[in-house]
């Protein structure tokens, strides 16, 4: 089945340690999110991709630096984690020219713990 | 940028219809209307989207009235495998490349019961 897979689903870091978080998929989405879900909260988009073309939104610290080598990759990086970084980290992926949906696929999320 | 408003929780039992409704007031002519719904520790998935009037599909249904300014996620005949947060979201802007920019809420809890 085509879907977005991200590994590792936990990751544990130490204040200041930098981690990458990875997300690939197999629905040939040229549209690639990253979202930041922290516990109990909605979903927070950080930045987006549209093919190699990086998007980021307005809030998004510097420390978040996301890389997309390919279609199907795309990694997230935190610098220097916080313990204000600990989250959910979701990868989501869409169609390219869907103006009137709405849908994005995403995958099961990486739970980052920072200590 | 067009806000919604939704319950913070609700319960429900097995074999029950759960109808959620969200406030947007705000809602832009070219908006539309999606929901999606979330387990723990998993991604948001998709369940419906609509514009007007009322959509259908295998999982719900949703209902917009004539000034859009509300919307009805229906749920019928729940399950426990259906407690889960449900977002309503409206537009927010594009993004490059197509598509629309997701800005989640604060969700409903749904929690359904034996």
């Known amino acids: 089945d085509a879907m977005v897979i991200q590994n590792p689903r936990y990751q544990v870091t130490q204040f200041g340690k930098p981690v990458t978080l990875s997300c690939s998929q197999t629905?040939?989405?040229?549209?690639m999110y990253w979202y930041q879900q922290k516990s109990s909260q909605a979903p927070k988009l950080l930045f987006h991709?549209?093919?190699?073309?990086?998007?980021n939104e307005a809030d998004t610290p510097d420390n978040f630096q996301s890389r997309r080598p390919n279609t199907s990759f795309c990694f997230l990086d935190i610098r220097s984690p916080g313990l204000g970084d600990a989250a959910m980290y979701l990868c989501?992926?869409?169609?390219?020219?869907?103006?009137?949906?709405?849908?994005?696929?995403f995958g099961p999320g990486t739970r980052l713990t920072v200590t | 940028l067009a806000k919604t408003t939704q319950p913070i929780s609700m319960d429900s039992y097995e074999g029950q219809e759960v109808n959620i409704t969200c406030s947007h007031n705000?809602?832009?002519?070219?908006?539309?209307i999606t929901w999606y719904q979330q387990f723990p520790s998993q991604g948001p998935r998709f369940i419906i989207q609509?514009?007007?009037t009322k959509v259908t599909n295998e999982v719900a249904s949703l209902f917009i009235p004539a000034d859009r300014k509300s919307s009805t996620l229906s749920l019928p005949r729940v399950s426990l495998s259906d407690t889960a947060v449900y977002y309503c979201?409206?537009?927010?802007?594009?993004?490059?490349?197509?598509?629309?920019?997701?800005?989640f809420g604060t969700g409903t809890q749904l929690k359904v019961e034996l």
């Open positions: 989501a992926t869409s169609r390219a020219g869907s103006g009137s949906t709405y849908e994005q696929y």
């Open positions: 629905l040939n989405h040229n549209v």
């Open positions: 991709y549209y093919d190699k073309d990086f998007n």
């Open positions: 705000n809602i832009a002519t070219n908006d539309y």
């Open positions: 609509g514009y007007k």
């Open positions: 979201l409206v537009g927010d802007g594009k993004v490059t490349g197509g598509g629309n920019k997701l800005t």
